[in-house]
């Protein structure tokens, strides 16, 4: 089966500057990748995805990339501010037969510093 | 995200006890999935269903149940033979092959 690993596991930058988290997986049938921004408590929240057909997705201060041939992804925070602050997780499946079985990463606690 | 609902958001269990999630969406979603978050860790499939009255197992299903008799419901149990039950919930509904949108959690500590 899949597997989904996520590097830093805590990450702490000053706000205005950027962060990186970064996501490989192990099935090249994957082909959907979605990042989900989780509060203390609180449900995980979309918020971008990006689908194998495409390299790179934005929205705003948020970009994903994807490298298909190396099998990693990565999410891209511009100008961090502390509402930022929260843990993410990536995840990866394969969207077939109208299934969407996740995999999910371990979580990057991200901290933004004022 | 709003079309999800979970309950009840805390739940108590005694030990050999089986207790029930209740999950519930109105968005017409065909797919419904439950999830067991653990502190600090990501969260894992337990079980998962594409269409009424048929579902998978996940990667951790031993110890629990499910059933899916309608379109809007996925109600999980909890099982005496889960030996470790104290976890963080989630459900999550989704179109066929589309994004996945979760619920807000049911938090259940064993006694």
């Known amino acids: 089966g899949e597997n989904v690993e996520q590097h830093p596991s805590t990450l702490s930058v000053q706000e205005g500057d950027s962060a990186v988290i970064k996501c490989t997986y192990s099935d090249s049938a994957s082909n959907y990748f979605p990042w989900y921004k989780q509060e203390l408590g609180k449900r995980p929240q979309l918020i971008i995805d990006?689908?194998?057909?495409?390299g790179e997705k934005k929205d705003q201060r948020i970009a994903v990339t994807l490298n298909k041939t190396a099998k990693h992804f990565s999410l891209h925070i511009t100008e961090t501010q502390p509402e930022d602050s929260a843990v993410y997780f990536c995840a990866a499946s394969e969207l077939a037969g109208g299934g969407n079985k996740l995999t999910f990463g371990t979580g990057t606690q991200l901290k933004v510093e004022l | 995200d709003g079309g999800i609902t979970q309950s009840p958001k805390y739940l108590f269990r005694k030990e050999g006890q089986n207790v029930t999630l209740s999950c519930e969406q109105n968005?017409?979603?065909?797919?419904m999935y439950w999830y067991r978050q653990d502190p600090g860790q990501g969260l894992r499939l337990i079980y998962y269903?594409?269409?009424?009255?048929?579902?998978q197992k996940g990667d951790i299903a031993e110890g629990y149940s499910v059933s899916r008799e309608k379109k809007e419901s996925f109600p999980l149990t909890v099982t005496s033979a889960q030996k470790n039950p104290t976890a963080f919930y989630l459900c999550a509904s989704s179109s066929p092959a589309d994004t996945q949108y979760f619920g807000p959690g049911t938090r259940l500590t064993v006694l």
């Open positions: 968005l017409n979603h065909d797919a």
């Open positions: 990006i689908r194998s057909n495409v």
């Open positions: 269903s594409q269409i009424v009255n048929d579902f």
